[in-house]
């Protein structure tokens, strides 16, 4: 059986988040209730907004926080998975030395 793999850590971790969302949570304006929130984000190449209800601001922060989360554990598992990649290339194509045979005998160039 193959030793457990250091990856496997990262993606357990990956599989814990419970929710994501992308994007950046901003006050639009303060009123007399209390301020008034908005969530842009790129979708499809553009930019989209989508306004958020007070009581829902702090299930939007975690998820955004969840997204963030998600972003840093794959690139470490990409930087892990790459790096092993890498070592068992590494592994597989030492150099030879570069024999000859033993009648072989190192021609002159002509100076002529």
């Not at 998820?63 to 963030?68: F, L």
Request: net charge positive; charged share 25%.
């Amino acid at each position: 059986m193959n030793p457990p793999q250091p990856e496997t850590g990262l993606l357990q971790q990956i599989a814990d988040i419970q929710t994501m969302e992308r994007g950046k949570l901003s006050v639009i304006k303060e009123g007399a209730s209390g301020p008034f929130y908005k969530l842009q984000a790129r979708e499809n190449g553009r930019n989209v907004t989508r306004y958020i209800p007070r009581e829902q601001v702090p299930a939007v922060q975690e998820a955004i926080a969840g997204y963030q989360r998600f972003a840093t554990l794959t690139e470490a598992y990409a930087r892990q998975v790459i790096t092993d990649t890498r070592a068992a290339l590494a592994a597989g194509f030492k150099k030879k030395p570069v024999r000859r045979p033993s009648g072989w005998r190192r021609m002159k160039k002509s100076s002529g």
